[in-house]
Structure formats: structure tokens, C-alpha cells
């Protein structure tokens, strides 16, 4: 018996060791690099967009730019991955920053909008991309929580008081099947030094593309598919339960409760509001409608708080209330150039 265990565990250390070098020098998401969002924040606080960019954490990311930028930006947005296109051109003020990270949630809002208050830089306006899953308590987004410390201190809990295993939880990633995958893929690119952020004066590049506005201008692959490749992948999105809105069953309390908080805090500081509501594509957007009644529910809800408190509305979820159709967007969820500029366009 005792032969067998030693056997097995010859046998299975250097699986386990080839495992954890390759996610470790791989690193595909960049949490065991230090240094790599701020080394992105440092390229565009100097004026020049930033290329070459990919799954990095964009929570420290803002946190890095806040902290370092040389002046207060007039206006900002808060949001997901949808109103990452939002630009201060587009809004007429060059004094902007478009703050969206992937997947934001109630938390992240509050985390960057705290962010902004401690370093004494509060905007004049801002603009909050409002998105259903923002009330969905199962909507599975915790990539807030390397934000933890703002929202605490937007909510005076001390960081004692809480446990934070976001810094412990990324060491699981060294045993993880999922990211060697990824991580495998990038050990070429490390190899011939190919692997670092590139700052650029060029806006359309091969990669995703940071601009000096905080504004995401999308690789080539993603910017210039077919409209065939985009309609695979609106299948491909419908192929499943649609993001982050599974098990919504109702708005929920305590999200909606932080939510009015976070906006009455606003207020408080003399911020003009602004919410950003984005459409799905038409074919996502009919299936939303028999199958996912509580987002209709949220919109209704918004538009109700917004009228009450003097919010202005821009855009719907209703892609036919405004008149888009298959060629405005990317996928199922994420609107082209010219979508956003309607949106904007269009006051509720």
C-alpha cells in the first residue's frame, strides 16, 4: 500500500509542479505580476493610448488612474463592459473618463465613485450605465472585491471587520486545469517579449486599445466581424442562459437599498446624475421578453426612481423602441460605435 501512495505521488508532483510554473510564468490574467495595471495607467496618464492589453484586472486599474490622474475630469461613467464606448466627444467635453470595468456590479460603482471622493477629485456629472443584472443578488459578480477597502469606506466598515480573501483566493489559480489553458497559450508571447502593454498614438489596433479618455476601442478580429460571424455568436449567446440575469427573480431589496444610497451620496455632493440604459440585440431582446420579465421589471423601476428624482435617461433595453436592429451590435449584448452615439442621442 505504502508502494502505491509513493507511486502515485511520483507520479502525479510533477503534473501538479508543470502546473503551477506554467500558470505562475504564464499568468494569463496578470495576478501574480505586480505591477502590470499601473504600468497601463502610467502609459495613458502620459498622454499616449495603450495596446497589447488582455485580462488584466481593470478594478486596479481605476485605481491606479484615479490616484494618478493630474486633474478632477468634469465627467465620468460608471459601468459594465456595455458603456465602454462612451466617450467625452460624444457628450461634447474633452475633460472626461469613461471608468466601465467588465462586469460591474452595485459594489464596483460604489468602490470607483469612493475612490474618486478619497483622492478629493469628485466629477461634476456622472453617467451610470444601469444594467438588469445590477439587481440580480444571483447575478455571480464578485470581481468588485479587489476594490474591497473604498466600498468599505464608503460604508465606514472597517477592513478589520471584514475578511477579504480576494488576495488568497488567486493563489487557487496555480492548481487550476481552466487557467493552465490560457495561461499555456501566453508562454510564447512572454518567450519573445511580446507580453507587455504598448503604448501607441494609433487607435485601431489588432488588440484592444485603451484610450487617454478611459475609452475601449476593440481589437480588429471583434471591430470588424462579419456580420454571419455576428450572428453565431448572438446563437451562441442564446445557446444558454443569458448573462448574469439567470435566477432573477425579483429586484433585490438590499441591492436596490445600496443603489438609492449610492445615488443619494451624489446628491449630497452636488453631482449631476445621468443614466445610461443599453439595448440587446433584437433576437436576445425577444427572448428576454418571454423568458426574462425582470429586466422589463428593472427598466420600469429605474425609469420610475429617475422621474422622481429629476435623473436624466439615456436609451432603453428595448433595441425596437429605438430603432436598432442587427447591424448595431457586436453580439448579443454589446452595441457598435454608432449605437452608442444613439443612445446618447435618445432621452427617455
Request: charged residues 20%.
Amino acid at each position: 500500500m505504502k508502494k502505491l501512495i509513493l507511486k502515485l505521488v511520483l507520479l502525479i508532483l510533477p503534473i501538479l509542479l508543470i502546473l503551477i510554473v506554467v500558470n505562475y510564468i504564464g499568468d494569463s490574467a496578470h495576478i501574480f505580476s505586480e505591477g502590470y495595471e499601473s504600468k497601463i495607467a502610467k502609459i495613458i496618464n502620459n498622454g499616449n493610448y495603450v495596446t497589447n492589453i488582455d485580462n488584466y484586472d481593470e478594478r486596479i486599474f481605476q485605481e491606479e488612474i484615479i490616484k494618478n490622474m493630474d486633474t478632477t475630469p468634469e465627467i465620468i461613467v460608471l459601468g459594465a463592459s456595455r458603456s465602454m464606448m462612451i466617450n467625452g466627444s460624444l457628450l461634447g467635453n474633452i475633460n472626461f473618463f469613461n471608468n466601465s470595468v467588465s462586469g460591474a456590479s452595485i459594489e464596483d460603482y460604489t468602490a470607483i465613485y469612493q475612490a474618486y471622493k478619497s483622492c478629493n477629485k469628485i466629477p461634476k456629472t456622472i453617467i451610470i450605465d444601469i444594467e438588469p443584472y445590477l439587481f440580480n443578488k444571483n447575478n455571480g459578480q464578485n470581481r468588485w472585491m479587489s476594490l474591497q477597502k473604498y466600498y468599505n469606506d464608503f460604508y465606514n466598515i472597517s477592513n478589520f471587520e471584514s475578511v477579504n480573501n480576494y488576495g488568497l483566493n488567486k493563489y487557487k489559480e496555480l492548481i487550476s486545469f481552466s487557467y493552465f489553458q490560457s495561461s499555456l497559450s501566453k508562454i510564447p508571447k512572454i518567450i519573445l517579449g511580446n507580453n507587455e502593454p504598448i503604448a501607441t498614438n494609433i487607435k485601431f489596433n489588432n488588440t484592444n486599445t485603451k484610450l487617454t479618455d478611459g475609452t475601449i476601442v476593440y481589437g480588429k478580429p471583434y471591430r470588424n466581424a462579419s456580420q454571419n460571424l455576428i450572428e453565431r455568436k448572438v446563437n451562441s449567446f442564446l445557446a444558454t442562459d443569458l448573462y448574469s440575469i439567470e435566477r432573477f427573480k425579483e429586484i433585490d431589496k438590499d441591492i436596490w437599498t445600496k443603489f438609492k444610497k449610492l445615488i443619494l451620496d451624489m446628491k449630497k455632493n452636488d453631482i449631476t446624475i445621468k443614466f445610461f440604459l443599453c439595448p440587446y440585440h433584437p433576437k436576445v431582446y425577444n427572448r428576454i421578453k418571454n423568458d426574462y420579465p425582470m429586466v422589463i421589471e428593472t427598466e420600469n423601476s429605474v425609469l420610475k426612481f429617475a422621474k422622481k428624482n429629476n435623473i436624466t435617461i439615456y436609451g432603453t433595453f428595448n433595441p425596437g423602441k429605438i430603432g436598432f436592429d442587427k447591424t448595431y451590435f457586436y453580439d448579443g449584448m454589446h452595441c457598435k460605435p454608432k449605437g452608442i452615439k444613439k443612445i446618447l442621442q435618445y432621452i427617455e
